[in-house]
């Protein structure tokens, strides 16, 4: 006991390992220093004598600090037993070094580089911020199979035309599946976007001919409000994980579209080549969102942000299926006098001396014949398309180049169009797994793609949801006048069966510890906590608890809880305790058509 206060003492005078809330000791941020060989740390257990003993080895006059000695030591619950430390699971990553030298390339380092990052959110403008809380959990690799598995599928509903015109949904009764057996209806699924990407792999793995994503930026305003020291880590495992599992659903001919501005972005573009490869990558993209004048300051003002494009191959005998209908077109200010107001040319009132022009008269002749006085030889597109996209003007305050009734979001469609009309065609499937407020489903319904949207939060139902019901009634916005969009198709709602989840989101939105109190008598009776939680002690405790303030109560429950159970496993679907009624387990079979014995 005396060994272990000398030890407490000595640690408490680093500030840095201070838990701010309590006053007490902070065993993750002792334990990543101690993964890290932290300088600051080593320079601490040396200067006692006990303790360097204790933790360090002589070897030939030099000392060899024993890390996993020293992190076993300080994670035993017998260290510290006073502090409700012992609480709290290690959440947080412990090592920044996102690069590295390695064989001449360049290589992202993971701490926990076999775990998986978990963890639900959204990305909202810096000045529209919703306040979700981001909740993730670093799991070992062998705890991760039950968390990965297909989940339970429940509460479906259908909307055509027939149920927006009534705003009553149709009951589903199946799903239609084309002739290689894959189903061709439009989804839009609310869970977690991680669980829900491997939950479709079973019935969509290698389908995908477009995935389009536009994630959040890790500008601090967008749910990664962590201490800086974790924060880059966080976000780089979040999204690693997450492309992973993307690039499964892509097909050999698919194609992916990430969205992001410079705050990640070249750490981004690394991470996509190692996942991708390097010869997978095609552009990257500059979308200049704002045209109109920004305040300058200190410095420039930001206007743009980046979309890596990569491809799913991208062999010597691949044909890319890009589409460029966005054809080099002739100099408007030089070439005016022959323009009608349509900016189509007329024959013979043309530049005699532009090759260009001479080749698509050459081509014109070829398939047409000779032209005669007031035939239109050549049609412009109107915009000449390079790597730099400044046309498409976003949706703000001062820019409102689409007429929308949908608040929140700031991609206009025309933005989406454009890239489903380079890779894509007539029913190939989209999937856009941060749907937010739904532009890349609505532009994929206009454009008679199939799409799949996921999306987390409870604004699916205000915002996704909402949007496509009344793309489906015809609404006149976004592309709609471009593509001659009317109305019509359908789409398929559905929701992952949650468990432990709703008790996230119930914690998340505790304000009093009241509140937290009730719903914990309910989690230790129907919830799924760690076997290693001693719930019998935590309650002979309870008091002591209760003096903590409620942030660092609510962190304690969370971690209590396990995420292999954060929705109900597929192959628990007849299990009396889920409820799932014989109604979705039928349409849970026929969902997942592969797998057999549900």
């Known amino acids: 006991m005396k060994f272990n206060k000398k030890l407490e003492a000595l640690l408490k005078s680093n500030p840095d390992f201070i838990d701010k809330d309590t006053g007490g000791l902070f065993k993750s941020k002792v334990i990543d220093a101690a993964n890290t060989i932290s300088a600051g740390l080593i320079e601490l257990l040396l200067k006692d004598n006990d303790i360097k003993n204790e933790f360090f080895t002589p070897v030939k006059g030099a000392l060899i600090f024993n890390t996993n000695h020293f992190a076993s030591y300080v994670k035993d619950k017998n260290f510290l037993n006073h502090s409700y430390t012992e609480f709290n699971s290690e959440i947080r990553l412990s090592i920044d070094n996102t690069a590295i030298k390695k064989m001449g390339e360049v290589s992202l380092v993971f701490p926990y580089k076999d775990c998986v990052l978990e963890g639900g959110q959204t990305r909202e403008e810096k000045n529209n911020k919703r306040g979700e809380i981001f909740f993730n959990k670093v799991l070992a690799k062998d705890e991760i199979n039950k968390l990965l598995a297909p989940k339970v599928l429940t509460k479906f509903s259908k909307w055509d035309n027939e149920a927006v015109k009534t705003n009553k949904a149709k009951k589903v009764n199946g799903f239609n599946r084309n002739k290689d057996g894959m189903i061709t209806d439009n989804l839009l699924i609310k869970g977690n976007n991680l669980l829900a990407l491997h939950t479709l792999k079973s019935e969509f793995a290698g389908k995908v001919k477009l995935i389009y994503i536009d994630p959040p930026y890790n500008t601090g305003t967008d749910g990664f409000n962590y201490n800086d020291s974790f924060n880059h880590s966080t976000w780089l495992t979040f999204m690693k994980n997450r492309l992973e599992a993307a690039k499964d659903l892509l097909s050999d001919d698919g194609a992916i579209f990430v969205q992001i501005d410079e705050e990640e972005g070249a750490y981004l573009k690394v991470l996509m080549d190692e996942i991708f490869g390097r010869d997978k990558f095609v552009n990257q993209i500059i979308w200049r969102y704002r045209t ?20 799913k191959n991208r062999r010597p005998d691949f044909k890319l299926s890009y589409q460029n209908n966005y054809e080099d077109t002739v100099d408007f200010k030089r070439w005016k006098d022959f323009f009608t107001e349509e900016g189509d040319i007329i024959y013979p009132n043309y530049p005699k001396t532009d090759s260009r022009f001479k080749d698509y008269l050459k081509k014109y002749i070829n398939e047409n014949g000779q032209p005669k006085k007031g035939d239109v030889i050549y049609s412009v597109k109107g915009y000449v398309v390079d790597d730099v996209w400044e046309d498409i003007k976003a949706l703000d305050a001062k820019n409102k180049t689409e007429r929308t009734s949908f608040r929140g979001g700031q991609k206009p469609e025309a933005l989406i169009q454009r890239i489903l009309h380079s890779v894509t065609g007539k029913k190939d499937l989209v999937l856009d797994f941060h749907s937010g407020s739904g ?47 009317k109305g019509g198709g359908e789409f398929i709602y559905c929701e992952m069966a949650v468990w432990n989840q709703r008790y996230i989101d119930g914690i998340q939105k505790i304000t009093k510890s009241e509140a937290l109190y009730k719903l914990w008598d309910e989690i230790k009776n129907k919830g799924f906590i760690l076997y290693n939680i001693d719930v019998n002690k935590f309650e002979e405790e309870f008091d002591k608890f209760k003096k903590l303030p409620i942030k660092k109560q609510k962190d304690i429950i969370l971690n209590f809880l396990d995420m292999n ?18 109604e979705e387990q039928k349409l849970n079979r026929q969902f997942y058509s592969k797998i057999k014995d549900i």
Request: charged content about 25%; proline content about 5%.
């Open 565 to 582: 159970m954060l929705y109900v496993p597929l192959s628990e679907s007849k299990d009396k305790t889920y409820n799932i009624s014989l």
């Open 439 to 485: 532009t890349t489903l609505a532009a994929a319904h206009k454009m008679g793609r199939q799409w799949i949207g996921i999306e987390q939060m409870d604004y699916i139902k205000d915002l996704p949801e909402t949007r496509l019901k009344k793309v489906i009634k015809g609404e006149p916005g976004g592309i709609s006048k471009s593509v001659d969009w």
């Open 292 to 311: 109109y004048q920004g305040q300058v300051k200190a410095y420039f003002p930001k206007k743009h942000d980046m979309i890596y494009w990569y491809n």
